[in-house]
């Protein structure tokens, strides 16, 4: 029988535990995965797992059709696990995306290099994410330990709010509304609603959360209007024109975004902040992307209960699984549209990437 898989290199498998000092990656475990064979003097014993970030074969965890065979097989799609962690990133591959554990690499080998006394300002990349809590706080933050019910990072810089606006929120928690309850991480492109929030040594925020939000095929979305660029309904050989299924979700990717959180009187929560985010950050594109992918990934898992579209309670963007990538190539705007590029799953399993004119409003 073939063996259809990329597998690792012997060698390269041993580098990847060696670079973390074969201690696992997995935030908050530390687990050491090397020591004594306690019945053979003369050997050791390896209790870790060479993983791969996206999979060795097709159908697996967070495969990649793109990817070719040395690339899959290459030091930098591998993360050193313990035996336990190794095959739980595998079993529940929806919830851990390839973007977070490529930061739980960095930040292992950041860990590894501090106790080596070996770390320089160049080493290693960066392994920080952005965290939102609730609608008006946003900051620098790393992983520090992780599970399907609980979150905890340690939080760094402010980007959106401060120390004391946070611990404001923290402690008002049980009083604030249901639509406020939430926290987004960025690297993970997933959003959790709050059961409980812990705000511990000033720097440790710890969250326990819901299951994440069930999303719907797009394919299976009704017709609806066609828009033309300018935002008009879209005429073609006399008639107004209909989307509908995948083409119809590109679209209200589109509509979604360009409403202004607000503006609604009857749906107060419906919309997004992308005018006020690019009116403070459209000279840092780099920035303005990052929060325009926390605007999106809130719009796809965190259900509304004024959502226009929807009777139920549900997320606007409920045909979305994960939002991937976002990413702004110029602050120039065409007809008052900002060109996003946008990469995400359905919530059929199906990725699509392509660009998302969003509507930027002018203030008053």
């Known amino acids: 029988m073939s063996n259809n898989r990329d597998d690792f290199a012997d060698k390269t498998k041993k580098t990847l535990a060696e670079r973390v000092a074969w201690r696992c990656s997995w935030p908050g475990c530390k687990e050491i995965t090397i ?40 030091i930098s799609n591998g993360i050193w696990m313990c035996r336990k ?66 979150w905890e990072f340690i939080i760094n810089s402010p980007i959106i709010g401060n120390i004391e606006t946070l611990i404001e929120y923290v402690s008002s928690f049980n009083t604030l509304s249901q639509e406020n309850r939430f926290v987004i991480v960025e690297s993970q492109g997933d959003a959790r609603i709050i059961k409980d929030i812990k705000l511990t040594e000033g720097s440790t925020l710890s969250f326990n959360i819901e299951e994440k939000s069930k999303p719907t095929n797009p394919e299976l979305l009704g017709v609806n209007l066609a828009l033309g660029s300018n935002g008009d309904l879209f005429v073609e050989a006399g008639n ?6 995948v083409e119809s979700a590109i679209q209200m990717l589109t509509t ?21 985010y ?24 965190i259900p509304e209960s004024n959502n226009v579209f929807k009777s139920e309670k549900m997320p606007p963007l ?47």
Not at 93 to 98: A, L, N, P, R
Not at 240 to 245: K, L, N, S, Y
Not at 326 to 355: D, F, H, P, Y
Request: hydrophobic share 35%; proline share 3%; net charge neutral.
């Open 35 to 74: 020591g004594p064979n306690s019945t053979d003097a003369t050997k050791s014993i390896n209790n870790g797992i060479a993983a791969h970030i996206h999979a060795a074969a097709k159908h697996g965890p967070r495969y990649r059709e793109d990817m070719s065979a040395e690339n899959r097989k290459h």
């Open 256 to 276: 979604t975004l360009s409403v202004q959180k607000g503006e609604m009187i009857y749906a107060k929560n419906f919309g997004s902040l992308a005018s006020h």
């Open 278 to 301: 690019y009116q403070i950050y459209n000279t840092d594109l780099h920035l303005l992307g990052k929060l325009l992918k926390m605007e999106t990934i809130r719009l796809s898992l």
């Open 318 to 364: 409920h045909f979305v699984k994960r939002i991937l990538e976002v990413t702004i190539e110029s602050s120039q705007l065409n007809n008052n549209r900002l060109n996003m590029n946008l990469a995400l799953e359905w919530g059929n399993g199906k990725t699509w990437s392509g660009k998302v004119p969003v509507f930027i409003g002018i203030p008053a």
């Open 240 to 245: 107004i024109a209909t989307v509908e299924g």
């Open 85 to 150: 962690h190794g095959n739980l990133i595998d079993a529940d591959f929806e919830i851990y995306s390839s973007e977070t554990l490529m930061s739980w690499k960095r930040e292992a080998e950041r860990y590894a290099a501090e106790n080596l006394k070996a770390i320089n300002n160049n080493y290693p990349q960066d392994s920080s994410t952005l965290l939102q809590i609730g609608s008006s706080i946003i900051f620098n933050s790393h992983w520090k330990c992780a599970s399907p019910q609980q």
